[in-house]
């Protein structure tokens, strides 16, 4: 075992174990949903729109019927349930009916014996449309004489958050800055594209397997389109290859299309997606628009803030209101603001819609309050890093939403330490004192992060567990929550190994299925520690009162505290009085006592009101920051990071190098967003939708990275944990574009940051001068 | 039209009849069930179905199964020892080198060839090994110091 963080007195959580999914992993034994078979199964493939809008004026599928192989083509009109994916405003139809509203969407499926026939056969559909003026972005949407994609305004969702009177101390501010400031899409670029298998069973029922995070949504989703009901629907999990968020919402439209045809057809159905196909078709980072104000006084105390706040949505709303929500109540940033007026917008346009990606529309407003602090900075004369320190989040502080920061706020401490991490004193000097033609620069966000989904979601919230010891001593886990590669599975299994006082390598959590626990929510928003730690931890304590109970028969005492040093138990008063772990498990089973429990975990209460745009938005956050140095060359505007330095507030490190992982891999996600990410959608058609076209980062692209873990514990996570899994893809790429200004003097208020961008900004100062 | 195709496949001979043009990555997953080599992108750009022909990395989903024949290929199941995991693998795991998993098989290909030809590689020769493998969990961080660790203790172990 590895070194543990913080000075532990527990002899499985805290500790680097080693994950319980990696010997299949590093063999290539592990099976990925395109390495199953089943016994006569077909495949699926889909017909997709041809233009960004318009409506279907003809459909003709007797020549792709014709095709050796092909078995059947499926419409809407062959939809037994409703024709809509259940998200949140149901306005995604399953299959389109009479219009397609952008490019890419699903028309029809083809399901034939191989893959290759039904992908060759798709092509063979026939559709004809009568193209409509189509909405290409999302200033054109929300013009009043705009055509009308959505609703009769095109906006998805509103919220207003207002806090004080903003407006009133703009008017009398001694200092005010603004900006400007949009990002592109992000594409998430998981190794493994969506794809499904769906199975039905004789009694009528079916079951479907997937790469997926979210198998509760995919049940929900099936249940509304078969018009079946819900105990006739089982999903599972199969090893899934990376999500960050994109295997959330649309899986469900992946496996309800499985779902339709092998329910329609009587046999197994398999889809996998191409990669071109995943990347027209399925969700993305939003675009977005945001103007933001900061008003302070001379001494750099923050006294206002202002956002306009606008998300480019996509055709269908899928959960761009809660992406919207989650944006929104941290947009003002970290830092305590008395007057903050907030104004978040998402509307549709005539492109692929747009869903969650890991940071869920925190990216988005960080690049813009993070970037604006600094201009702020300037303005005022002081150094970045003393304006945040006059201004951040520290307990006693409130969030925009007004809710007090009471307990567990670690973002002093982060910062200070990536600043001592980064040698931030000794490469920091203000931009006009940099010469030559490479220039190096030093830069900093930072951010907060509410665990969980918050009120935005809170009546999912909550998560069931299931923890059973077997007569050998070793255990089996069942959680609702997903295993995506970020290792929850192997967090989970320390932490029942530390409450029942037993060896981490005896637990084997199951693959997720939803027959075995009750709706646990999604896997998303950093909550899986929480929640399914908390279950588990629930579980498992009632088994080990059991346990100790026994301990104490078995040790002849009538009372007393039973540890564990997950060999033997001992009586704390005497740990001389010892009894191995598996002598009590058989002892217990001896004596016919019940080894299993379930468990369950509901968040705290949240009280955010949708009226007032008040209240507490999560029951905790965690802190980040992150220092980025780079080096720019002055010539060619390209940007080379040499170094991330990311901190991060998570309670407690239940596996330090898990979350060292988290924290590399979101922060170079973080770097591709900010540097060479560019997907480009013209007229609503994509046009880089491939790795050769739309460049995530490589390994010739990697900078030093150094992970810093906070541990300020949450009393109510399993051992203090909090979240990591979104932060650290939050600030990295803000903290560049901070560099590149330090570096050159040059502030970019778009992202991603190309040389090409960079070039114009340049020369737009040349002309000033 | 189809050919007798004949290749050494993780040290054993293998022999199908397939199209010529099929590619590698669909003969191996599909007539050989070797699905331990994985599609990423079918276009040559993601490193994910990376195996070993001749001693070089190919991708083999841009690979014509025609052009194996008479080659030795290895994908990542002829990395094991009689069920003992190869020293890269092992360090693999130790380093925290894989989450999702679905680029592993890959890199860790592609690290072979690296230390089968130096046991001392530079950074520079590290990230060049794995630069046509993607990888978008990792950071590639825990990758680069699993092949420094590793390349050391094969080093030692000589
Ligand atoms: S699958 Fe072959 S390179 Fe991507
Ligand atoms: S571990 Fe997921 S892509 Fe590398």
């Known amino acids: ?769 | 039209m189809e050919k007798n195709i004949k290749f050494i496949l993780n040290g054993k001979e293998v022999e199908v009849t397939v199209h010529p043009v099929k590619t590698l990555l669909k003969v191996l997953r599909e007539d050989l069930g070797h699905t331990e080599v994985k599609a990423g992108c079918e276009q040559g750009e993601c490193g994910s179905c990376t195996v070993i022909i001749d001693g070089k990395i190919v991708n083999s989903c841009i690979f014509p199964v025609g052009q194996a024949e008479g080659s030795s290929i290895i994908t990542i199941a002829g990395l094991c020892k009689e069920g003992e995991l190869h020293p890269i693998q092992k360090i693999f795991i130790e380093e925290g080198a894989v989450q999702c998993g679905f680029c592993t098989p890959g890199i860790i290909l592609a690290v072979k060839v690296l230390l089968d030809r130096t046991l001392s590689p530079g950074d520079e020769e590290i990230r060049e090994a794995v630069s046509g493998n993607l990888c978008r969990c990792t950071g590639y961080s825990k990758i680069f110091s699993a092949i420094k660790k590793a390349a050391v203790y094969m080093r030692t172990k000589k």
């Open chain 1, 1 to 769: 075992m590895k070194k543990t963080l913080s000075k532990n007195n527990f002899h499985s959580v805290g500790n680097s174990v080693i994950r319980n999914d990696v010997i299949e992993k590093v063999t290539g034994t592990a099976k990925y949903i395109d390495d199953y078979k089943f016994g006569d199964m077909l495949y699926g493939a889909t017909v997709r729109a041809t233009v960004p809008h318009g409506n279907i004026k003809s459909f003709n599928s007797a020549l792709a019927l014709k095709i050796d192989g092909v078995i059947a083509v499926y419409t809407y009109k062959d939809v037994p349930g409703k024709n809509e994916v259940p998200f949140i405003l149901n306005d995604y139809p399953l299959l389109a009916s009479d219009k397609v509203l952008f490019h890419g969407q699903a028309i029809a499926l083809v399901v034939a014996k191989t893959p290759e026939i039904a992908k060759f056969a798709a092509k063979k559909v026939e559709v004809t449309y009568q193209e409509l003026p189509a909405i290409n972005d999302v200033h054109q949407s929300l013009k009043k004489d705009a055509v009308k994609i959505f609703g009769n305004d095109n906006i998805f969702k509103r919220y207003d958050i207002i806090r004080g009177d903003a407006e009133n101390v703009f008017e009398k501010a001694a200092v005010v800055v603004e900006g400007k400031y949009t990002t592109n899409y992000q594409v998430h670029a998981y190794l493994e594209t969506q794809g499904m298998v769906a199975d039905p069973q004789p009694d009528g029922s079916i079951v479907i397997y997937g790469s997926m995070q979210c198998p509760f949504y995919i049940h929900d989703a099936i249940v509304h389109i078969l018009n079946v009901p819900q105990n006739k629907v089982r999903i599972v999990q199969t090893t899934t290859g990376g999500a960050f968020g994109g295997k959330e919402d649309v899986p469900s439209i992946v496996a309800a299309h499985a779902a339709l045809a092998a329910y329609l057809s009587k046999k197994p159905v398999k889809i996998i997606y191409s990669r071109e196909e995943d990347f027209q078709a399925m969700s993305k980072r939003h675009p977005s628009y945001i103007e933001m104000k900061y008003a302070a006084d001379k001494k750099g105390k923050i006294t206002a803030a202002q956002v306009r706040y606008i998300l480019d949505g996509g055709a269908f709303s899928t959960l761009s209101p809660v992406v919207l929500w989650r944006g929104a109540v941290h947009a003002a940033g970290p830092y305590n603001i008395p007057n903050v007026k907030i104004e978040a917008i998402c509307a549709a346009t005539n492109k692929v819609p747009c869903g969650a990606f890991r940071g869920f529309g925190q990216p988005q407003t960080t690049f813009a309050n993070e970037s604006l602090i600094d201009e702020l900075a300037v303005k005022l004369n002081i150094s970045p890093l003393e304006l945040r320190r006059i201004n951040m989040m520290k307990v006693g502080s409130r969030t925009a939403t007004g809710q007090k920061i009471t307990r567990s706020c670690g973002l002093e401490k982060v910062i200070k330490q990536v600043v001592q991490k980064s040698d931030w004193n000794k490469i920091y000097l203000s931009p006009e004192k940099r010469t030559g033609t490479i220039r190096t620069g030093i830069g900093i966000a930072a951010s907060f992060y509410g665990v969980g989904l918050g009120a935005g979601g809170k009546y999912l919230d909550r998560a069931g567990s299931y923890v059973q010891v077997q007569k050998d001593g070793t255990v089996i886990i069942a959680i609702g929550n997903t295993e995506l590669g970020q290792g929850v599975f192997t967090v989970i299994s320390q932490i029942a190994a530390e409450m029942l006082g037993c060896p981490y390598n005896f637990v084997r959590v199951l693959k997720t299925d939803t027959t075995r626990v009750p709706d646990s929510g999604p896997t998303v928003a950093s909550r899986s520690t929480l929640m399914s730690g908390n279950a588990v931890r629930n579980a498992a304590g009632i088994i080990r009162l059991r346990i100790d109970k026994m301990v104490l028969e078995m040790l002849n005492v009538k009372s007393g505290a039973v540890k564990s040093n997950g060999k033997n138990y001992f009586l704390s008063s005497d740990p001389k009085k010892k009894v191995r772990y598996q002598d009590v498990v058989k002892k217990c089973y001896g004596k016919r006592i019940n080894l299993t429990s379930n468990g369950w975990y509901a968040g705290e209460d949240v009280t955010f009101s949708q009226e007032t745009g008040q209240g507490n938005a999560y029951y905790t956050y965690s802190y980040s920051a992150t220092a980025a140095i780079v080096k720019v060359n002055t010539e060619t505007c390209e940007v080379s990071v040499e170094k991330l330095v990311s901190g991060h507030d998570i309670g407690k490190a239940l596996n330090p190098q898990l979350c060292e992982g988290q924290i590399e891999g979101g922060v170079i996600q973080s770097l591709g967003y900010a540097l060479t990410e560019n997907l480009i959608i013209k007229n609503g058609i994509m046009l880089n939708p491939s790795f050769a076209g739309y460049l995530i980062p490589t390994s010739s692209d990697i900078p030093e990275i150094i992970p810093v873990i906070v541990e300020e514990p949450y009393h109510d996570g399993p051992f203090g944990a909090k979240g990591l899994g979104e932060p650290p893809m939050i600030t990295p790429a803000t903290a560049i574009a901070n560099a590149i200004y330090n570096a050159t003097g040059w502030r970019t208020d778009k992202l991603p940051v190309t040389p090409e961008v960079l070039l114009d900004i340049k020369k737009h100062l040349w002309k000033k001068i």
